[in-house]
């Protein structure tokens, strides 16, 4: 019997996240988009400010973000 494998880093909050905040993480990631080339703190910043979110949720969301670009 296969099991999956264990997710790691940013991702590994992502279930916690959408769960706290009610948005896929596509939804955060279209936001991040949406801002403009800001640096890492800036937008985890922006996340914080204007949506409420956890430093740790808003840093795992932006490190992944940025990681993908």
Not at 42 to 53: C, G, P
Request: hydrophobic share 45%.
């Amino acid at each position: 019997m296969a099991t999956e494998p264990k997710v790691k880093g940013p991702a590994s909050y992502f279930p916690s996240i959408e769960k706290t905040y009610g948005q896929p993480i596509a939804h955060w990631l279209a936001v991040l988009k949406n801002l403009g080339d800001l640096k890492h703190m800036a937008l985890v910043n922006a996340l914080k400010t204007e949506h409420k979110l956890g430093h740790g949720h808003a840093n795992a969301i932006v490190a992944y973000f940025l990681a993908d670009k």
